[in-house]
């Protein structure tokens, strides 16, 4: 049975850091990209970041750029999200998500997580 798991979220000053994990098990990561979404209450979700499955790759979505980064350790089944100078438009939930090739949108991803909050407090 395939599981992701986030962890890491929580509550952060604007402008903090916060790195999110997803701790994988039931696949083999290196055969698959890692995706990161994030869900605000009321909007549709949205693709954050991504990381094919070789890790040479990764996509970035709006707003993102130069804060957030993306990684995966094989060895370890994990993915990670650090997420730098945090905003108050970053409050969301935020999925990780695993697919065999590395897209932008949602529906491209076979596993979920059961996501993550994270509140950007001023």
């Known amino acids: 049975q395939v599981r992701l798991v986030e962890s890491g979220g929580g509550l952060v000053q604007a402008g903090g850091s916060l790195r999110l994990s997803c701790s994988v098990s039931g696949l083999t990561l290196s055969d698959y990209a890692v995706g990161w979404f994030r869900q605000a209450p009321g909007a549709e979700r949205k693709f954050v970041q991504g990381?094919?499955?070789?890790?040479?790759?990764?996509y970035h979505g709006d707003g993102v750029k130069g804060r957030f980064f993306t990684s995966k350790d094989d060895a370890k089944n994990m993915g990670y999200l650090q997420m730098n100078t945090l905003k108050l438009e970053d409050t969301a939930t935020y999925y990780c998500?695993?697919?065999?090739?590395?897209?932008?949108?949602?529906?491209?991803?076979?596993?979920w997580g059961q996501g993550a909050q994270v509140t950007v407090s001023s």
């Open positions: 990381i094919s499955k070789n890790g040479v790759v990764t």
């Open positions: 998500a695993a697919s065999q090739y590395l897209d932008m949108v949602p529906q491209s991803y076979e596993y």
